[in-house]
């Protein structure tokens, strides 16, 4: 069973600092993609940063010089580094990864994050 489980949110003012965690569970977690995405009340759900199993990393505008994702394949574990937070990265986050071969999403429960000004 795979399971995919957030950590690390909470509350931090404008210009600080938080990291996520998210732990695998269920997956060969060395050969995915891992993705961080968001959602920010009434608004879609996006991708934020995504790593391949390789380590090649993206990220979204938004989040470019600010946020580091980051894997440590012996823990199972994927990172979201964020600094300079701005209110307006206040959210959900959530880990994903859509396991290579069978092409199946996974979604961990989330973990809130908000930035106040």
């Known amino acids: 069973q795979v399971q995919l489980v957030e950590s690390g949110g909470g509350v931090v003012q404008a210009g600080g600092s938080l990291r996520l965690s998210c732990t695998a569970s269920?997956?060969?977690?060395?050969?995915?993609?891992m993705n961080w995405y968001r959602q920010a009340p009434g608004k879609q759900r996006e991708l934020v940063a995504a790593?391949?199993?390789?380590?090649?990393?993206n990220y979204a505008d938004s989040v470019k010089g600010r946020f580091t994702i980051s894997r440590d394949n012996n823990k199972k574990i994927v990172y979201l580094q964020m600094s300079s937070l701005k209110p307006e990265d206040t959210a959900v986050y959530y880990c994903?990864?859509?396991?290579?071969?069978?092409?199946?999403?996974?979604w961990g429960q989330g973990t809130q994050v908000t930035v106040s000004s």
């Open positions: 269920g997956i060969r977690f060395s050969i995915n993609p």
């Open positions: 790593i391949t199993s390789g380590g090649s990393t």
């Open positions: 994903n990864t859509r396991r290579v071969f069978f092409f199946d999403d996974y």
